[in-house]
Structures are given as C-alpha cells and as structure tokens.
C-alpha cells in the first residue's frame, strides 16, 4: 500500500469496483494546498508527482503545457521539424501517435532534436508500448484495457516500471466501455471517471501507480463535471483537455472555459488545448489560458483598456505592439497599457509599468510614479527600455 505509507490521509477501498478485476479505489480527501504561484491565490488540488523525463507534474508543480504531432507518422523529417517547431513555442511535454512498429523510429529521431520529454500516443497493441519503452520514450499514453489479458498489461507495467516511464490512462466520451454506459446510461461525467479508474486499477493490479489521467468529452460542461468528479476519487495527475474543441477561435475559446474552470478550482497538473490547426497555436492559446489565470510562472501580464470616446492615441496599435514585444520578456511583470487620463493611472499605478494616454502623448507610470511624459511615436520605445532598465536594477 504505498500510497498509505506516504500519506495518511488517503483511504483505500480493495475491490470496490468488481470481483474479477480487483481494483483499488483511493478516495481523496480533498487536500488542497496553497498554490503561491497565482496572484489569485489558487489552492490547487494536491496531485501525487509524477516525473515526465526532466519535467515533474502533479503537487505545486508548475502546469506543464503539452502539444500532439499532427504530422504524418511515416514522416520523420517532417515530424522532427515540428517538434522542434513546438519546443521553441514553449510546448513542455509533446506526444505523438505510434500506429505501428515502423513508427518507433520516432523516438530516437525526435528525441535527438528536442529536450522535451516525449510521450507515446498507443492504441491497443501492448507490443508498440514494449517497443516505445525500448526506444527510450518518457511517457506512454494507454489503456491498459484494451490490450488485452493481464499477462500483457503486466508487461507493459513492469517495462515501464523499468524505465522510469509513466502511463497515461485517457478516457473519452466515445472510449467508455458498454457496461459502463449501461450502468449510467450514457457517457455521463461518472461513466468517464469510472472508466478511468477502471483501467488505472488494472496497472494498480500489477502495483504500478506512476499513472497520469485525462478524462476528456467534447461538451465542455460534461468534461468540467467528468474532471471536477474524478479529481475527489483518486490522487493522480490529471491531463487537462476539451477534446475535438474546435478550429482556433471557438477551440480556444471552449479550452479556455473548460481547462480554465478546472484550473481555477485548483484542479489540473498539464494541458493541453486541441485546435484543429497548426499545433504551434495550441502553445500560444495554452499559455494565454495560464497567463488569464496568473499561472503562466516567470512571464509578464498585459492590462489594456478597451479603448473609448476619449482615447486620443492609437491605443490598440499600441497594445499590440506592447503585447508583441512582451512575447520575449521572461519575467512576472505586469504591465499596463491605457488610453487616457480617467481610468489609465489608476491602472497604470496597479502594474509594475504602465503608459496612461493623452492627446497625442502618454505619461510613463513606474511602480506608482509618474516618470515623464512621452510623444505617441515614441511610447512602445521608451516603454520597453525603462522595462529593460527595471530588470537590470532588480536583477
Ligand atoms: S482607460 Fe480611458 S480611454 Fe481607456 S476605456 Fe477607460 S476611459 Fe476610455
């Protein structure tokens, strides 16, 4: 029982979930903890941590954001090509789909070209997670029930277990086993989480608990409850997600409802936002949902105002500009950016930096103190050397 060495305050249940396939259940007492990461002061759920390669999930760990190849898994220059694309965006843990043994030759290739710990997207042949394990893969995405009898899950636990690899159990609204949806006639919030668990007490059968756990349905208000449930049930990472979201815009905007609630409950130790397009913008919208909720750790907030009948400057080519050159700030400064003298200082004196608009000009706030009047053409300039100049003093 090694959950009940580490930590008294969890309870187990053997067997709860069918004689034939004895499972453990953990029920977590909800054990929240202070997040001091967030502004907001988010007291997150206190997941088990779990190593990914070089990157740690789970506790007060930072939410790692992840993204998925979308190139052809027969194309190694091209898939290599993207990973390194997504790693300089600022993807943290990337997972591609290993369709068939040809397809391990992945691993080696794209773990050559990136730091990123990579994750092995399987489907029901055990032998390709063996081989992923070989291939020196650092986390495997599969359901330990759908390959098969338990010789065959025993030997994907115990080759993982030897290699330090993490597997991740990812239920879907459409991958919910028949007894399961009879039981709660449909894919309902519960159904998800107890197909979960039921997959995770067949790795627990063999005594494997380095285990990670999505729960993913495209209905952002089912994939909320589905998280919110399991998130009391059991003690391990959760996979954040809102699956088949969408094309950029409405995928982003569902992720951000979605991912973004649970985040605020506390709840959820990596994301990842499923856009149909270009994988590199599910990083920038992953970030812009942690950045939202202050959890984007080390880099810099943007506050802007909507503009108004007063603004007399072109605030919103300003912001833009601003929000741009921000993109190579890697610090946890906000800055604020306003079209006059109404609301603009009050808000200015809230950042660490801010501008406040004027007609054809704006006045240069730092920590609280107006510094100097600047001329329109020139705010974006002066604004960023006083940010540079800030650094470097408290550097
Ligand atoms: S800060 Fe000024 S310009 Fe901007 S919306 Fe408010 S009142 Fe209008």
Redesign the pocket.
Known sequence: MPFAAENSSYVFFPGLYAPEMPYYTIKHRIKHQEDTMSEQMIRRRNARVLQIGSVAIGGTNPIAIQSMLNTRSDDIEGSVRQAVELEKAGCQILRFAIPNQEAVALIPAISAAVKLPLVADIHFDYRLALAAADAGISKIRINPGNIGDDQRVAEVAAACRANGIPIRVGVNSGSVEKEILAKHGGPTPAALAESALYHVGLLEKFGFYDIAISLKSSGVQETIAAYRTISEQCDYPLHLGVTEAGTERMGLVKSAIGIGSLLADGIGDTIRVSLTANPVQEIAAAQDILRGLGLLEGRPTLVS???????RID?IGIASEVERRLADVHAPIKVAV???????PG?AREADIGI??GDGNAVLIKKGQIIRKIPSERIVDELFEEIAAMLTEEN
Do not use: F, K, Q
């Open positions: 105002c909507p503009t108004c009948g007063r603004t605030l306003m079209g006059c003298a109404v609301n603009g808000e406040a608009g």
